[in-house]
């Protein structure tokens, strides 16, 4: 038995929750995962695992190895780092999830630079705005805009995005202006619904103007769950939308789009990282996480 292979075959399994998915992830057979596992409870002479038909639990005994098990896989991956000059910069695969707006507008964009910096890293982005695993996925970090629900993950705000209230001028000839928020939830007008990936839920706006504090869902003839496909509806004329002003400072500058309401404000969307606090922050992560926080903060949509 590699004492290693074991080890981390445990560590992937405590994370996955389950034997068919660690062995996905480490590009084992479940057969090998299992086996491994198995030969480190007997060296060991303890159950590090409950297994049922439908999830792994840890042991007592388990749980207190586990931390140990990560802290040393830890300093192997840090002891491995810092061997030699062709193994100075990070390197290795990164699983990253991002919303599509940020991906099209601000990351691809800068990612050259990126890989300049460090070419010997290797990004699997998913590319979505859709509630994602952190820990059953096997995702190394997810960027989120919006206040952070999930508790059990670690996560570090870096930025605080400005938004507004948009319309398609066409839009605008048709319906006509609203003179106040309250007037888009109106019998005249209709909104582009957002829905939330995780709640189902349309994004309300909430807008406030000394001291008066307004809250508008409105009607719509369409709602999504991806911001693109948000943004082209609202060019396309079908309806009042809102959402972060650097998705749409193209189509502003072109006239596709018109501010609404610009003596009225909403509070700034926070964007975040997050990922799982059971998995070492590996050279390569950190270094990612570092330069979208730098980007954001030289490029990025910051208040």
């Keep these: 038995m590699d004492r290693f292979d074991a080890m981390q075959a445990f560590a992937r399994v405590v994370e996955a929750g389950s034997f068919t998915r660690a062995a996905q992830t480490l590009h ?137 209230v948009y319309a398609a001028p066409g839009y605008l000839a048709r319906a006509g202006w609203p003179a106040h928020p309250r007037d888009v939830a109106g019998p005249d007008h209709r909104i582009v619904g957002f829905r939330g990936a995780s709640s189902g839920k349309l994004l309300a706006c909430s807008m406030h103007r000394a001291g008066e504090t307004v809250e508008v869902q409105g009607r719509y003839v369409l709602a999504v769950d991806d911001g693109n496909a948000y943004l082209e509806a609202g060019v396309a004329g079908l309806g009042i939308l809102w959402l972060l002003d650097y998705m749409v400072s193209a189509q502003v500058a072109r006239g596709e789009l018109v501010r609404l309401f610009d003596d009225w404000q909403m509070a700034p969307m926070p964007l975040t990282i997050a990922y799982s606090p059971n998995r070492h922050v590996s050279a390569r992560l950190r270094v990612f996480m570092d330069w979208v926080t730098e980007l954001m903060v030289l490029h990025g949509p910051m208040s």
């Design 28 to 164: 084992m057979s479940k057969t090998t995962v299992t086996q491994l596992v198995h030969q480190l409870e007997a060296r060991l002479r303890v159950r590090l695992l409950n297994r049922t038909t439908r999830k792994v639990n840890l042991t007592a005994d388990g749980a207190i190895y586990y931390e140990r098990v990560l802290r040393l896989l830890a300093d192997m991956d840090d002891a491995e780092s810092s061997l030699s000059s062709a193994s100075a910069l990070p390197s290795g695969r990164l699983r990253v999830d991002v919303p599509s707006p940020l991906a099209r507008l601000v990351l691809i964009p800068a990612l050259p630079a990126f890989h300049a910096r460090y070419p010997d890293i290797q990004i699997d982005m998913g590319v979505s705005d859709r509630t994602v695993d952190v820990i059953g996925e096997q995702v190394d970090c997810v960027i989120r805009g919006g206040e952070m629900t999930d508790l059990s993950l670690k996560a570090r705000r870096i930025a605080e995005m400005q938004m507004g």
